[in-house]
């Protein structure tokens, strides 16, 4: 059973416009949840992080939503351009996990110039 | 240059013989991890290890096994490789486990693994 959710395989934006990457998660105990950005032919990298006692956290054109009780979080990239076109992982642990850290499928953006 | 080194990147070979694919971090990092990424399935877990001597199992770990002898290096071992490990495997590092606050994960490049 999945427990990190990205429903969205893909997803078009157009340069200058807001891109929202959606995740959910199922497991009640995930306390930490992370954003991962990959390019073709190179590994993830972080990208920005969000503890369960936030629910908004921000850094330059990305900002992370979390609502706890609907189990989502989403990604914003405002404006969007070009340079984030990338597959999107979102990630969560749970407190005690030891480092297990459960990543989504991934969903894929394209920012149209 | 901070970095996360797999070799090799890329590697084809037959159902059955045993292969490393070796990892070195020179960030002094105390945890390290694997993962290996599948059209649809995204990045699943491997083995990861918390410090040296200290390993576990994440989510896939059938068919794998790993070694922490030393900080810097956790080389991940393929004692009958067969055609379902054809995947491409990344490593990862960080400073500390995902909850201590430092859950940036530094990724290699991966490798890429076909097993005939």
């Known amino acids: 059973d999945q427990q990190v959710k990205q429903n969205s395989p893909s997803l078009s934006v157009q340069e200058g416009r807001i891109s929202i990457l959606n995740c959910d998660y199922t497991?009640?105990?995930?306390?930490?949840f992370l954003w991962y950005k990959k390019y073709p032919a190179e590994g993830p990298t972080f990208l920005i992080s969000i503890s369960s006692i936030k629910d908004k956290n921000e850094d330059g054109r990305f900002t992370v939503f979390l609502n706890k009780s609907a189990k989502h979080l989403s990604l914003h990239i405002v404006p969007s351009q070009p340079g984030d076109s990338a597959v999107y992982f979102c990630?969560?642990?749970?407190?005690?996990?030891?480092?297990?850290?459960?990543f989504g499928k991934g969903t894929k953006l394209s920012v149209k110039p | 240059e901070a970095q996360v080194t797999q070799n090799p990147r890329y590697l084809i070979t037959v159902t059955g013989k045993k292969l490393t694919v070796t990892c070195s971090q020179n960030m002094n990092h105390e945890y390290m991890s694997w993962y290996r990424q599948d059209p649809g399935l995204g990045l699943r877990q491997i083995y990861y290890?918390?410090?040296?001597?200290?390993?576990d199992k994440g989510d896939v770990p059938e068919g794998y096994k790993v070694s922490r002898k030393e900080k810097r290096n956790f080389p991940l071992i393929l004692e009958s490789p067969s055609p379902n490990q054809t995947s491409l495997y990344f490593c990862?590092?960080?400073?500390?486990?995902?909850?201590?606050?430092?859950?940036?994960?530094?990724f290699g490049e991966g490798s890429r693994l076909t097993v005939l």
């Open positions: 290890s918390m410090n040296v001597e200290v390993t």
């Open positions: 990862a590092s960080s400073l500390g486990s995902v909850q201590g606050g430092t859950g940036e994960l530094f």
């Open positions: 497991n009640s105990m995930f306390d930490y």
């Open positions: 990630a969560a642990s749970a407190t005690g996990s030891q480092g297990n850290l459960i």
